[in-house]
C-alpha cells in the first residue's frame, strides 16, 4: 500500500478522534489546534517525509514565487471587490469575510496563520492531492482536494474553496508545497486583518 494512503488515514483518524474529545479538555482552541496539529505533522513528517510535497530544488525561488502570487491574488480579489460594488452593497469582500475574535494575537498569527496552514499544505496537498493526481487528471483533483480542504473547516465556505482550488493549482505547477505554503499564510493574515483595515482604507480613497 502507498504510505501516503496510510498516512492520510491516520491523519483522519487523528483530526476525528481530537474533534470529538475536544470538548473534554479544559485548553483554549489555539493551543488544542496546536496539540492536534503537532500529532499530525509528526505523524506526516515521519512515515512520508520524501513523499509530502517539502522538498525543492530552490527554496528561495518558491518563497518568491509564493509572494509575488499572493501580490498578484491580492490585487486581483481588491479590484474585483471594487468592481463588485456597482452591483453588491458593501462589495463582495465585506460579505464574504467577517472578523475574527482573537484573545492572544502572537498565538493565533503563530498557529493559526503560521504552523496550521504549514501542516495542512503538508497533508492536504503534499499528501492527498498528489496521491490523487496519480489517479485522477488534474482539474479533478484540484476540485476534489479543494472541496475536502473547505469541508475540514466545518463548512464548504466559499473563501476557503477558492483557497483550496488555488493552492492545489500552485502545487500542480511547483511540485512542491512552498509557494502554496506562503500564499495560504499570507491569505489567512490577510482574511484576519481585512474587516479591520479595509474599511479604514476605502474611506480615505
Same mark, same amino acid.
Given at each position: 500500500?502507498?504510505?501516503?494512503?496510510?498516512?492520510?488515514? !491516520? *491523519? #483522519?483518524?487523528?483530526? !476525528?478522534?481530537?474533534?470529538?474529545?475536544?470538548?473534554? %479538555?479544559?485548553?483554549?482552541?489555539?493551543?488544542y489546534t496546536l496539540l492536534t496539529r @503537532?500529532?499530525?505533522? @509528526?505523524?506526516? =513528517?515521519?512515515?512520508? %517525509?520524501?513523499? #509530502?510535497?517539502? +522538498?525543492?530544488?530552490?527554496?528561495?525561488?518558491?518563497?518568491?514565487?509564493?509572494?509575488?502570487? @499572493?501580490? =498578484?491574488? @491580492?490585487?486581483?480579489?481588491?479590484?474585483?471587490?471594487?468592481?463588485?460594488?456597482?452591483?453588491?452593497?458593501?462589495?463582495?469582500?465585506? &460579505?464574504?469575510? =467577517? +472578523? /475574527?475574535?482573537?484573545? &492572544?494575537?502572537?498565538? %493565533? =498569527?503563530?498557529?493559526?496563520?503560521?504552523?496550521?496552514?504549514?501542516?495542512?499544505?503538508?497533508?492536504?496537498?503534499?499528501?492527498?492531492?498528489?496521491?490523487?493526481?496519480?489517479? !485522477?487528471? $488534474?482539474?479533478?483533483?484540484?476540485?476534489?482536494?479543494?472541496?475536502?480542504? $473547505?469541508?475540514?473547516?466545518?463548512?464548504? $465556505?466559499? *473563501? /476557503?474553496?477558492?483557497?483550496?482550488?488555488?493552492?492545489?493549482?500552485? %502545487?500542480?505547477?511547483? +511540485?512542491?508545497?512552498?509557494?502554496?505554503?506562503?500564499?495560504h499564510v499570507l491569505a489567512n493574515i490577510?482574511?484576519?486583518?481585512?474587516?479591520?483595515?479595509?474599511?479604514?482604507?476605502?474611506?480615505?480613497?
Open positions: 500500500m502507498d504510505r501516503r494512503l496510510v498516512v492520510i488515514i !491516520l *491523519v #483522519c483518524l487523528v483530526e !476525528l478522534l481530537m474533534r470529538v474529545l475536544y470538548e473534554y %479538555f479544559p485548553i483554549d482552541g489555539l493551543t @503537532s500529532m499530525e505533522i @509528526s505523524i506526516i =513528517l515521519g512515515l512520508t %517525509f520524501d513523499r #509530502c510535497g517539502i +522538498k525543492a530544488k530552490s527554496l528561495g525561488r518558491e518563497l518568491i514565487i509564493g509572494i509575488c502570487i @499572493s501580490l =498578484l491574488f @491580492s490585487a486581483t480579489a481588491l479590484l474585483m471587490d471594487i468592481a463588485s460594488r456597482m452591483f453588491t452593497p458593501g462589495g463582495i469582500l465585506t &460579505n464574504l469575510i =467577517l +472578523k /475574527q475574535e482573537v484573545k &492572544n494575537t502572537l498565538m %493565533f =498569527l503563530l498557529i493559526g496563520c503560521i504552523f496550521a496552514p504549514f501542516v495542512e499544505e503538508l497533508f492536504f496537498r503534499g499528501l492527498f492531492y498528489s496521491w490523487m493526481r496519480q489517479k !485522477l487528471p $488534474a482539474i479533478v483533483a484540484i476540485m476534489i482536494s479543494a472541496i475536502f480542504f $473547505a469541508s475540514m473547516h466545518g463548512h464548504i $465556505a466559499p *473563501v /476557503q474553496l477558492i483557497g483550496g482550488i488555488a493552492f492545489a493549482t500552485i %502545487f500542480e505547477w511547483r +511540485k512542491n508545497i512552498w509557494a502554496a505554503y506562503v500564499l490577510g482574511i484576519w486583518i481585512f474587516p479591520f483595515v479595509y474599511p479604514v482604507i476605502l474611506t480615505r480613497i
